[in-house]
């Protein structure tokens, strides 16, 4: 039997919702949300729920620096848009409607990828002129997080409302185009050295990497021009691909170029 990605990352995905609602059991484990929290006395915080609360509020917390540069660091090593991939359940729960709709056969449409980067300027723009950190307070991530640590399921209608618009307008059209924390980690991970390696002499060119990728674009220029990695930052290296692939064509290893 072959190694596969998807049940170790399933399990990850699952084991933040459980590490969120940890406090509900009466554990102190994690104590906090995805944008900051403390993971058993260690500090962790958002790099881009740093950056708004700096620019809204143009006052410097060091500590707060810290702990989300530790966190930026680590998601530059393994790289890409990991934090979708594997930890945000936003991004769970529009990866199952995404693929229910694939199977009734609607929403087939997508729009480009280039989409978050303009909502993260928005965002960034937005929280040094207003003054206020407003994502935080509209994200579909921290609505997330806080109805499942204060049992408040109200606010998880914009979730539903989320993968309605993609069920029947667009698919993934929130983590695809829209979430600006989607559009940081795409920047990072441009650079980050982990990537998802490419074999032009296995490959049998059948596409099935392509029909399951959620961001399918990020293919074709290594399927193309033998690049060798998949180098665009939008890689969310959920591992699909390298699950799917008949040849073995695919698999993960360290920046050459």
């Given at each position: 039997?072959?190694f596969?990605?998807?049940?170790?990352?399933r399990?990850?995905q699952?084991?933040v919702?459980?590490?969120?609602?940890?406090?509900l059991?009466?554990?102190?484990?994690?104590?906090?949300?995805?944008?900051?929290g403390?993971?058993l006395?260690?500090?962790?915080?958002d790099p881009l729920?740093?950056?708004?609360?700096?620019?809204?509020?143009?006052i410097?917390?060091l500590?707060?620096f810290g702990s989300?540069l530790?966190?930026?660091?680590?998601y530059?090593v393994?790289g890409?848009?990991?934090?979708c991939?594997w930890?945000?359940?936003v991004y769970?729960?529009?990866e199952?409607?995404?693929?229910?709709?694939?199977y009734?056969?609607?929403?087939?449409?997508?729009y480009?990828l280039s989409g978050?980067?303009?909502?993260?300027a928005?965002?960034l723009?937005?929280?040094?002129?207003a003054?206020?950190?407003?994502f935080?307070?509209l994200?579909?991530i921290?609505?997330t997080?806080?109805?499942i640590?204060f049992?408040s399921w109200?606010?998880?209608?914009?979730?539903?409302?989320?993968?309605i618009v993609?069920?029947?307008?667009?698919r993934?059209?929130?983590?695809r185009?829209?979430?600006?924390v989607?559009?940081?980690?795409a920047?990072?991970?441009?650079?980050s050295?982990?990537?998802?390696?490419?074999s032009?002499?296995?490959?049998t060119?059948?596409?099935?990497?392509?029909?399951v990728?959620?961001?399918?674009?990020?293919l074709?220029?290594s399927l193309?021009?033998?690049a060798?990695?998949?180098t665009s930052?939008?890689?969310?290296?959920?591992?699909?691909?390298?699950?799917?692939?008949?040849?073995?064509a695919?698999?993960?290893n360290?920046?050459?170029?």
């Amino acid at each position: 039997m072959s190694f596969k990605w998807w049940p170790i990352r399933r399990l990850v995905q699952l084991g933040v919702i459980a590490l969120i609602a940890s406090p509900l059991a009466g554990l102190n484990i994690f104590r906090g949300n995805l944008a900051a929290g403390d993971l058993l006395g260690v500090g962790l915080a958002d790099p881009l729920a740093f950056m708004q609360a700096t620019l809204a509020s143009h006052i410097f917390i060091l500590s707060f620096f810290g702990s989300a540069l530790a966190v930026a660091a680590f998601y530059f090593v393994i790289g890409g848009r990991t934090f979708c991939g594997w930890v945000c359940p936003v991004y769970l729960v529009t990866e199952l409607n995404d693929r229910l709709s694939r199977y009734l056969g609607i929403a087939e449409r997508s729009y480009s990828l280039s989409g978050t980067r303009w909502s993260l300027a928005v965002t960034l723009s937005v929280s040094l002129l207003a003054g206020i950190p407003l994502f935080e307070m509209l994200s579909p991530i921290g609505i997330t997080s806080r109805a499942i640590m204060f049992k408040s399921w109200t606010p998880l209608l914009l979730v539903l409302g989320i993968m309605i618009v993609e069920a029947l307008a667009a698919r993934r059209i929130w983590c695809r185009s829209l979430c600006p924390v989607g559009g940081f980690y795409a920047l990072l991970g441009r650079f980050s050295p982990l990537r998802v390696g490419f074999s032009r002499q296995r490959c049998t060119g059948c596409g099935e990497c392509s029909r399951v990728c959620p961001v399918e674009e990020v293919l074709a220029p290594s399927l193309v021009d033998g690049a060798g990695q998949v180098t665009s930052g939008d890689c969310t290296r959920c591992g699909d691909c390298i699950d799917i692939c008949p040849a073995k064509a695919l698999d993960v290893n360290i920046w050459y170029k």
